[in-house]
């Protein structure tokens, strides 16, 4: 499954934000977006919701970027 995620970081806390009108889901992240931080938080959060393995949860494209496309394997 592949997700187009739009990540709002150094948010109070890990969660999910809502979904924008051409499908993006809206996560906010609490991690600040350095040295890779934020990636690692949505893998673990994503992985953690869809019951996965956080090595099953990998940034496709976007990863120094606010809109990101994400696998997530099942």
């Not at 499954?1 to 051409?22: H, N, Q, W």
């Not at 994503?46 to 393995?53: D, F, G, N, P, T």
Request: charged content about 30%.
């Amino acid at each position: 499954m592949t997700l187009r995620v739009k990540v709002i970081p150094r948010s109070p806390k890990t969660e999910f934000a809502g979904e924008m009108s051409d499908g993006t889901v809206k996560i906010r992240i609490a991690a600040p977006p350095e040295k890779g931080k934020a990636n690692d938080e949505l893998r673990a959060f994503l992985a953690r919701h869809y019951r996965v393995s956080r090595d099953a949860v990998s940034v496709v494209n976007g990863h120094a970027a606010a809109l990101k496309l994400v696998r997530i394997e099942q």
